[in-house]
């Protein structure tokens, strides 16, 4: 990883472009993984997957390795989104959205940068069109998706 290079940078350009279009929907709806978090999350993936692809010495590292224990690691952050509060689990849209950025800088991180741009807004497709789906199906509004409700990942 040089700094020097084009590649270097297409790979920051990337990670805040596809972090910021993901974090850009999450903060205009007041939810826990803004623009910031986001764009750090896709950054720090990209460079932990780019760290273990960098040659070491005589050898490779083992980038499948890395790429686990990133996975561990995001796990833990997306745990800390999930709460209980009044007896109704808050927060697993968050934590899935926290996954799926880790994966985009994952992706990133191997120098897939189209498909990475690709996921991030099929992510804002899914988390807008199933927000508006749930407020014209009135099936969809049920249990925790029901107004009133209290759920802090309801995206009407």
Same mark, same amino acid.
């Given at each position: 990883? *040089?700094?020097?290079? !084009? *590649? ?7 990670? +805040?472009?596809?972090? %910021?279009?993901? @974090?850009?929907?999450?903060? +205009?709806? %007041? /939810? ?7 764009? +750090?999350?896709c +950054?720090?993936?990209? #460079?932990? !997957?780019?760290?273990? /692809?960098?040659?070491? @010495?005589? =050898?490779?590292s *083992?980038? =499948?390795?890395?790429? %686990? ?9 997306? $745990?800390?989104?999930? #709460?209980?509060? &009044? ?7 968050? $934590?899935a959205?926290?996954?799926? #950025?880790? $994966?985009? %800088? ?9 498909? $990475? ?22 099936? #969809?509004? /049920?249990?925790?998706?029901?107004? @009133? =409700?209290?759920?802090? *990942?309801?995206? &009407?």
């Open positions: 990883m *040089d700094v020097s290079t !084009i *590649d270097f940078w297409i790979m920051i350009a990337t990670s +805040l472009l596809c972090g %910021g279009v993901v @974090g850009f929907e999450r903060q +205009l709806r %007041g /939810k826990p993984a803004g623009v910031r978090t986001s764009i +750090l999350m +950054l720090g993936t990209s #460079l932990f !997957i780019s760290l273990g /692809k960098a040659e070491t @010495g005589e =050898t490779y *083992d980038t =499948t390795r890395v790429l %686990g224990q990133v996975v561990t690691g995001i796990g833990f952050l997306g $745990a800390g989104v999930i #709460l209980t509060r &009044k007896g109704a689990i808050v927060g697993v849209t968050s $934590a959205v926290i996954w799926m #950025l880790a $994966a985009i %800088g994952a992706i990133i991180g191997f120098e897939h940068y189209l498909e $990475a741009i690709a996921l991030s807004f099929v992510t804002v497709v899914v988390l807008i069109g199933i927000g508006l789906l749930e407020g014209k199906y009135e099936m #969809l509004r /049920k249990g925790v998706f029901a107004p @009133g =409700t209290n759920n802090s *990942d309801n995206e &009407k």
